[in-house]
């Protein structure tokens, strides 16, 4: 260090070349000291002079630096020193206050260090290697290295980090830093990396760029932010300015979506900061990069469908009628929703039905063309409004359908209280402003493009020019208008009413025969052009005169001779006569030569400098092109070529009309093939399904023949057993299990009937109990006539009920009687089908039939079966019935017994009333006890019946496990 300072000491005494021997020891000291702080120390040095002695340092310790990078990256200090020195030395950020030469040769000097700095592509991949250090003294003077590189020779460097393994990669993750320094100096990396290089911009974008610099902008607070989100969406331009693959990764990834918050505005007039102006303009440039012209039509469709469907151009439209808005926000903003609406016919009546919050409301449409019709109004917001409503009849014929219209006498508002913006037109197309003219006309003349109906129904409108005079067509206007040429005191350009009124005449009557013959109906306007076209003017003139020979050439082309004195080779010879064919074919070409004309057909939105190169229109150059060729042809050919061409054009016609007439024919014929084709398809189906349908029937027969084969086995080893119930058993595998069932539910039933016998045991019981408590003696006459009283009442309801449940059991008994006699018909109809079935000597036929015959009897049997399970669902609902019932005497028993507790201490000693009830509870129970009797005689034939059926049920079990083992194999 002491060293160090001597050499500094001395510098500014000494002569000059003492800093270059200062430079040299501190560059042998880096390159032989062994000590890292030695080193490391001459290295800082080095960056201290590296800023005024940029020249020195850089010729003698570029390599030593470029050594300490590879050699001693463990210490990330005399790493970060390095890196600074290397910056100092290739970057051109000087102070501004420099002459102009001295910076020239500062970028020469940074040009020449950075191609000697990556004339070794590894010094580069070094770079790159060393961004993947965490620490920020290595990191930020990298990334800003990096950039200084870029910036210096752009292709060369990028080159190098296409072609470094994951180059690209390691520079996305700078966006990814928590230090916002690096982060955003990652950003402006990434500018200078992606900057004309589609093979960089698609890796950048695939490497999810779009997601993390969207992210950076919603959180700096979209418009409201900072430089950073205008840095982040010049990345953002980069990456999607022509670039059709990245515009559409980021459609597809619904990034689009994410756009529209950065367009709500305030409905406040302040807080329009310089940068907050600069973010909305830029974002309204990158919407405009997604739905640009010059982008193929099919990406740009699918981006104005989306931006509608999102909402975005819902937004824009909001910021254009907003109050408040800088001018050039409004005009950026007219420019953006232009191209968002054209050609997209979903976006155009959208547009079309937007009004501006006004009292009464008017369209958007009205008010953007009173902007442009105004004169006072900035002239480049009259450009946005023209090229706003040039968009908006773009390729739409409903939207020109919709102006004209507002001309026509029929729709006009005879009350006045509302403005058109066809009225607006032709206020701006007649007004003393000659700005507004060509703007007035170039718009009218969009209402007409390809569209011959309202070039027809624009020769409709009449015009009142004066109080007194009568009404003179729109076309004659603009003829009266345009022979007066300099007449009339007009403010701006000389030519540049009569090139609007001639470029609106010219769309107007090309394709249009009828618009033709009313242009030269006017006697006065053939001889006002040729007198145009043959007089020697100065060159402003020349312009107005081939624009004449166009429209006198046009009226040639599209003449349909319907006018005898206009006819097509009569204005050949005048033109002959009067100009000369040369003269009138190089006065021709005096449009296309111009020097405006070519600047008008790149783009189509009119974009001047000032008004003065305010001549041309997009779409009049491409008409001109399309007809300045066939004019010329048309005008050197002779009546006798004309009239071949005419019948060549009518053998075409005809011609035409055969190859469509037959086209038709082959068209009809191919629907036929297709619809035959449909039919043998859908025949083909139907006859597969019917070949399965017949393999099925066929496979059924077979099994039907088996199971016949079967039964005739079982039904003769029937024969050896006793009992006609086996035999039904076997007729069908189903039919034995619905039998079981049957008995099943009759067993219940039977089960249900103990239980209510049992109940009522219960019952006799409590009615004893009963019995027992009348006989307590009481002491209280009244109470105990009140208690007799009542216990007559209780026991005519426990007759009532004893006799409601005697229906109920002799209801039930005749169920099961029926049940069973049903069970018996059953048997004896399996028994008849078991005789049937064996009868002998039956041919094949009539095994069939009499397979036919088993099956009908087996489904009437299932039916059968069916209808008793319904018959013992109606004896189960009966039985919950019955269940209630039971549970309402149970309750009845229980105030009964409570009622005993009374009558335990209010009976009286009364013998007369005790007898009388001695009496009725003696005839109680003689009708309980015959009730039993009943009961026991119903219930004992169902007992003796429940022998016999488990007996038989034994027999078939034993039966059923025989025919297993016989048929087994089935």
């Known amino acids: 260090m002491n060293f160090l300072r001597g050499v500094m ?14 430079i040299q020891k501190l560059c042998d000291r880096v390159a032989s000291s062994t000590l890292l702080d030695d080193r490391r120390n001459a290295v800082r040095a080095l960056k201290s002079l590296s800023k005024k002695y940029r020249l020195e340092v850089g010729i003698q310790a570029m390599e030593h630096l470029i050594h300490v990078l590879q050699t001693d990256r463990s210490d990330s200090e005399i790493i970060g020193y390095a890196l600074d020195t290397l910056y100092n030395i290739i970057s051109n950020d000087e102070e501004e206050e420099v002459e102009e030469n001295s910076t020239r040769q500062s970028e020469d000097l940074g040009s020449q260090f950075t191609e000697i700095f990556i004339k070794q592509p590894e010094n580069v991949t070094l770079l790159l290697s060393l961004l993947e250090e965490f620490d920020f003294h290595v990191r930020w003077p990298g990334v800003k290295l990096l950039t200084s590189l870029l910036k210096q020779l752009g292709p060369q460097v990028q080159q190098i980090i296409l072609v470094s393994p994951m180059g690209v990669s390691r520079l996305m993750d700078l966006l990814a830093d928590s230090r916002e320094v690096i982060r955003n100096d990652g950003v402006l990396l990434l500018q200078a990396l992606t900057r004309s290089n589609g093979a960089i911009q698609k890796i950048v974008a695939f490497e999810n760029a779009f997601e993390r610099l969207l992210d950076i902008i919603t959180e700096e607070g979209n418009s409201d932010g900072g430089i950073v989100v205008e840095d982040c969406l010049i990345l953002l331009q980069n990456l999607l300015k022509n670039n059709n693959s990245n515009q559409n ?27 907050k102006v600069t973010n909305l303009h830029v974002m309204l440039q990158l919407v405009r990069v997604l739905v640009s012209p010059t982008n193929p039509p099919g990406a740009t469709s699918s981006c104005q469908k989306a931006m509608f469907q999102c909402g975005l151009l819902q937004q824009l439209c909001t910021i254009l009628m907003a109050t408040g808005v800088p001018a050039d926000i409004l005009t950026e903003t007219i420019n953006t929703v232009s191209e968002v609406i054209r050609g997209y016919q979903v976006n155009q009546d959208y547009f079309a039905s937007v009004n501006a919050p006004s009292n009464p409301p008017r369209p958007a449409i009205v008010v953007l063309l009173m902007s442009m019709v105004n004169e006072r109004q900035p002239f480049v917001l009259r450009c946005a409004v023209l090229y706003c409503f040039q968009c908006f009849l773009y390729k739409n014929q409903k939207g020109q359908g919709e102006i004209v219209s507002t001309l026509l006498p029929s729709t006009i508002d005879a009350t006045g209280n509302s403005v058109s913006a066809g009225q607006l037109l032709c206020g701006g197309l007649f007004s003393t402003d000659s700005l507004s003219n060509w703007c007035a006309a170039v718009a009218l003349a969009h209402a007409l493009q390809e569209n011959a109906t309202q070039k027809e129904q624009l020769l409709r409108v009449q015009l009142a020019t004066s109080i ?42 090309s394709n249009c025969p009828i618009a ?21 003017l100065g060159e402003e003139e020349q312009l107005v005169q081939g624009l004449c020979a166009l429209l006198l050439g046009i009226s040639i082309y599209f003449n349909d001779n319907s006018l005898e004195s206009y006819m097509k080779e009569k204005l050949k010879q005048l033109i002959e006569k009067r100009i000369g064919k040369e003269n009138f074919i190089e006065k021709l070409g005096f449009i296309s030569k111009h020097e405006l004309y070519s600047r008008a057909s790149q783009k189509p939105q009119p974009n001047f400098p000032s008004p003065e190169y305010m001549v041309f229109d997009h779409e009049f150059t491409k008409l001109v092109k399309e007809l300045e060729g066939v004019i010329t042809k048309a005008i050197y050919k002779s009546s006798e070529e004309d009239k071949k061409e005419e019948e060549v054009k009518k053998t075409l016609e005809q011609h035409d009309s055969i190859v469509t007439h037959y086209k038709n024919m082959i068209r009809e014929q191919d629907l036929q093939l297709e619809e035959l084709k449909q039919q043998i398809s859908t025949l083909k189906c139907q006859n597969e399904q019917l070949q399965t349908a017949v393999t099925q029937q066929v496979s059924q027969i077979q099994q039907h023949k088996d199971q016949y084969n079967l039964l005739k086995v079982q039904l003769g080893k029937d024969n050896q057993h006793q009992g006609s ?9 189903v039919q034995p299990e619905e039998v079981g069932r049957l008995r099943e539910e009759i067993e219940e039933l039977k089960n249900n009937q103990e239980l209510l016998q049992s109940q009522l045991a219960e019952k006799d019981s409590l009615i004893e109990n009963l019995k027992s408590s009348q006989a307590s003696p009481g002491t209280d006459e009244q109470s105990s006539a009140t208690a007799s009283a009542r216990d007559s009442e209780q026991i005519a309801e426990l007759k009532q009920e004893l006799a409601t449940l005697k229906s ?6 005749v169920e099961i009687t029926r049940l069973q006699t049903e069970k018996q018909e059953l048997l004896r109809k399996t028994e008849i089908f078991a005789k049937s079935a064996r009868a002998p000597g039956e041919s094949e036929a009539g095994t069939a039939a009499k397979t036919t015959d088993v099956e009908g009897r087996l489904s009437a049997l299932l039916q059968e079966t069916k209808e008793l399970k ?24 229980a105030i009964l017994q409570n009622e005993k507790n009374k009558l335990e201490m209010d009976v009286t000693d009364s013998k007369k009333e005790q007898d009388d009830l001695l009496v009725l509870l003696a005839d109680q129970d003689q009708k309980i006890f015959s009730l039993k009797n ?24 034993d039966e059923d496990e025989d025919d297993g083992k016989d048929q087994g194999p089935i």
């Open 934 to 957: 009943k009961l026991k005689e119903l219930g004992h034939p169902v007992e003796e019946e429940d022998e016999l059926e488990s007996g038989d049920q034994d027999d078939e079990e």
């Open 249 to 275: 990764f980021f459609k597809e990834g619904s990034y689009i979506q994410r756009m529209k918050p950065w367009f709500h505005v305030g409905d406040e007039n302040s807080g329009w900061s310089a940068q």
């Open 468 to 509: 007194g005079n009568p009404p003179v067509s729109l076309l004659q206007q603009c003829t009266n208008i345009l022979s007066q040429g300099d007449k009339i005191d007009r403010r701006g350009s000389k030519i540049q009413t009569r090139v609007g009124l001639l470029m609106l005449l010219c769309t107007w009557l």
């Open 725 to 733: 119930y086996s035999d039904g058993t076997q007729v069908n595998g």
């Open 808 to 813: 109920q059991l002799n209801s039930q008994s």
């Open 516 to 536: 033709v013959t009313h242009f030269l109906h006017n006697s006065a306007n053939v001889p006002f052009l040729t007198g145009q076209i043959a007089e020697n």
């Open 9 to 22: 000491g001395g510098q500014s005494a000494g002569p000059q070349h003492t800093e270059a021997e200062t």
């Open 870 to 893: 319904s018959e013992i669902k109606a004896l189960s609902e009966e039985r919950s019935a019955i269940k209630e019932q039971l549970d309402a005497s149970n309750s009845t028993i």
